[in-house]
């Protein structure tokens, strides 16, 4: 079963039909330990609609409403080896060495929801990085209880010259406006996806695939458990919140984002979310003024 947020409302996806969950407001499904019986049960009473998600693409928005987003880091050994790499020359290597082997995960704030795109939307590189990638992740949806409600795709956006600098900088490397993309769609579901689960990243430049890489969660060490655990420690979320559960896939050192770069996330699945890149205009404030925020 899928779940989509649109700007009509909620649809809902389940045995290859579809139907309209626009009465449903999409925080109060999201606190909801029970979602999946929820839906479930519901669905048979919700009008059926013609068109699958296909036809309502250009009204797809990200699947948050007043969540935060949070994001675990050095979780994929190959994450740790980029992470190692550049940060050496600022004395700061051996912190991720240690983050990686040790008991407690590397866990910080992310975004808040007005900070995220959905599908189609345009991700941003920072005016002031020189070396910009994406970070393709599993993302759990969980409840204010902590319960695994379901899965979508993020993309976290990651300025890594920022970051390799100083590891103190870290959140101006990670959290800024439209620094993060989740969607298309929640794969409503507790029970855990299995290890041999494809995560693709694809970059496509004027045409042309510049990056493709892939990995399985197979090669995730840290269980999303372990990262729930240590998340919900001493931390309350009234609306539930969204966990990125770290990437396996880093696009070689020699290569940085440029504007109109196509990211295709695909995890099989939930499905692909496809963002393109742009840049916030200065000295906006993306609540104010939403609609000044999409690159024509």
Same mark, same amino acid.
């Given at each position: 079963?899928?779940?989509?947020?649109?700007?009509? /409302?909620?649809?809902?996806?389940?045995?290859?039909? #579809?139907?309209?969950?626009?009465?449903?407001? #999409?925080?109060?499904?999201?606190?909801?330990?029970?979602?999946?019986?929820?839906?479930?049960?519901?669905?048979?009473?919700?009008?059926?609609?013609?068109?699958?998600?296909?036809?309502?693409?250009?009204?797809?928005?990200?699947?948050?409403?007043?969540?935060?987003? #949070?994001?675990?880091?050095?979780?994929?050994?190959?994450?740790?080896?980029?992470?190692?790499?550049?940060?050496?020359?600022? /004395?700061?290597?051996?912190?991720?060495?240690?983050?990686?082997?040790?008991?407690?995960?590397?866990?910080?704030?992310?975004?808040?929801?007005?900070?995220?795109?959905?599908?189609?939307?345009?991700?941003?590189?920072?005016?002031?990085?020189? #070396?910009?990638?994406?970070?393709?992740?599993?993302?759990?949806?969980?409840?204010?209880?902590?319960?695994?409600?379901?899965?979508?795709?993020?993309?976290?956006?990651?300025?890594?010259?920022?970051?390799?600098?100083?590891?103190?900088?870290?959140?101006?490397?990670?959290?800024?406006?439209?620094?993060?993309?989740?969607?298309?769609?929640?794969?409503?579901?507790?029970?855990?996806?299995?290890?041999?689960?494809?995560?693709?990243?694809?970059?496509?430049?004027?045409?042309?695939?510049?990056?493709? /890489?892939?990995?399985?969660?197979?090669?995730?060490?840290?269980?999303?458990?372990?990262?729930?655990?240590?998340?919900?420690?001493?931390?309350?979320?009234?609306? /539930?919140?969204?966990?990125?559960?770290?990437?396996?896939?880093?696009?070689?050192?020699?290569?940085?984002?440029?504007?109109?770069?196509?990211?295709?996330?695909?995890?099989?699945?939930?499905?692909?979310?496809?963002?393109?890149?742009?840049?916030?205009?200065?000295?906006?404030?993306?609540?104010?003024?939403?609609?000044?925020?999409?690159?024509?």
């Amino acid at each position: 079963m899928k779940l989509y947020n649109t700007k009509q /409302g909620a649809i809902v996806e389940h045995q290859d039909r #579809w139907y309209s969950g626009d009465d449903f407001s #999409w925080d109060e499904l999201v606190v909801r330990d029970d979602l999946r019986v929820f839906l479930e049960t519901t669905v048979p009473k919700l009008r059926e609609i013609d068109h699958s998600v296909d036809n309502h693409k250009e009204a797809l928005l990200a699947p948050i409403g007043s969540q935060e987003v #949070w994001a675990a880091g050095v979780t994929y050994h190959r994450s740790r080896d980029a992470r190692v790499e550049e940060s050496e020359s600022a /004395g700061g290597g051996d912190f991720y060495d240690r983050v990686y082997h040790a008991e407690r995960p590397e866990l910080f704030f992310k975004a808040t929801p007005h900070r995220v795109v959905g599908p189609g939307a345009k991700v941003s590189i920072r005016s002031d990085a020189s #070396w910009s990638v994406p970070e393709p992740e599993l993302a759990l949806l969980l409840s204010p209880s902590g319960k695994i409600l379901g899965y979508t795709i993020g993309n976290d956006m990651s300025s890594r010259d920022i970051e390799g600098e100083n590891p103190l900088y870290l959140p101006q490397a990670k959290v800024y406006d439209r620094c993060c993309g989740l969607g298309p769609c929640i794969l409503v579901s507790s029970d855990a996806l299995v290890g041999s689960t494809d995560i693709r990243l694809e970059i496509i430049r004027a045409g042309v695939f510049a990056i493709r /890489g892939r990995t399985t969660l197979n090669e995730l060490k840290r269980e999303p458990k372990t990262l729930i655990e240590y998340l919900y420690r001493d931390n309350s979320f009234p609306y /539930g919140c969204f966990l990125l559960t770290g990437t396996g896939i880093v696009p070689p050192d020699n290569f940085t984002l440029s504007l109109g770069d196509e990211i295709r996330i695909t995890i099989g699945p939930i499905g692909t979310l496809v963002n393109f890149v742009g840049r916030v205009p200065e000295g906006l404030l993306p609540a104010l003024f939403p609609s000044c925020l999409i690159e024509q």
